[in-house]
């Protein structure tokens, strides 16, 4: 069984590579991001999938629901694993989302970005949101009734999404940290071990990984700290 661990690859092209042949598939997913898709495009996922990894896109899809759908499309032909959506699109842009992947042998899992764990109190305040949390819970139920396999949030958010929408219904939690390391540009954090245990199904884990001097004891430190 893979760890729940997905490796944030938001660096250059080969740096990206030869961090992905230092891992072990076994031990993590991948993801790729706008950075390093703008900058290599498609090929990058076909070299990462080659080498055993399951890839999730992030591109945070967020247009109109025919460019939604057309994007989905695209990115679901490039055989990833997962790819995201801004839930914040509204229904018609979900559903366009999710009837995009129809008919395909092996769907690609649809989740839902809800709020960015970089967005602070202040930050959400000029948006015209006054609770970050309360938000997060409604757009997760809005990817829920519109079909989405789950959710991005942070890990803040996991408990009362698990309660109000099932356990089955997909968290994954970006802005892992541990109590001694840079929060860098991330205000929402929490450890690897408090996220697991409030019930994300999925780490997104970059910096703290990437950034190591030795990232493959780094991945198994943590895989430790949660097992």
Not at 136 to 161: E, Q, Y
Request: glycine residues 6%.
């Amino acid at each position: 069984m893979i760890s729940p661990i997905i490796v944030a690859l938001d660096l250059e092209r080969d740096l990206a590579l030869d961090l992905a042949k230092s891992l072990d598939p076994n031990n993590c997913r991948l993801k790729v991001g706008s950075q390093l898709f703008t900058s290599v495009g498609p090929r990058v996922i076909e070299e990462l999938s080659a080498l055993g990894f399951d890839v999730f896109l992030d591109l945070k899809f967020h247009d109109i629901p025919n460019t939604v759908a057309q994007s989905v499309k695209a990115a679901s032909n490039l055989g990833v694993w997962m790819l995201n959506v801004h839930t914040s699109g509204g229904s018609t842009m979900i559903k366009a989302a999710k009837e995009a992947t129809t008919g395909l042998v092996d769907p690609p899992l649809i989740i839902g970005v809800t709020m960015l764990t970089s967005l602070s109190k202040k930050d959400v305040n000029e948006i015209g949101i006054q609770d970050i949390s309360n938000q997060a819970l409604s757009l997760a139920s809005l990817a829920k009734k519109n079909s989405l396999d789950g959710i991005v949030c942070s890990a803040n958010d996991v408990r009362r999404i698990k309660e109000l929408l099932g356990k089955d219904f997909i968290t994954v939690t970006p802005g892992i940290r541990s109590s001694n390391s840079s929060k860098d540009d991330q205000s929402r954090v929490s450890s690897a071990r408090n996220a697991i245990e409030k019930g994300a199904d999925y780490l997104v884990i970059g910096r703290p990984i990437t950034k190591s001097t030795n990232p493959m004891e780094s991945l198994d430190s943590i895989i430790k700290e949660i097992s």
